[in-house]
């Protein structure tokens, strides 16, 4: 039993690392919107293209 607990352990350690890149690429994400969101407005949301 303790080698699947060994093993439960590493994965809830790799799931715990795992949501926190994505809780990091959340707030990157919502932070780069926010601000191509002022770009947008302070150039009277015109698009190259």
């Keep these: 039993m303790s080698e699947k ?13 795992l949501r926190s890149e994505y809780v990091k690429l959340q707030n990157k994400c919502s932070a780069l919107e926010k601000e191509n969101a002022l770009l947008k407005a302070s150039h009277g949301g015109l698009s190259a293209g």
Excluded: R
């Design 5 to 17: 607990s060994d093993e439960l352990s590493k994965v809830q350690g790799h799931l715990q690392l």
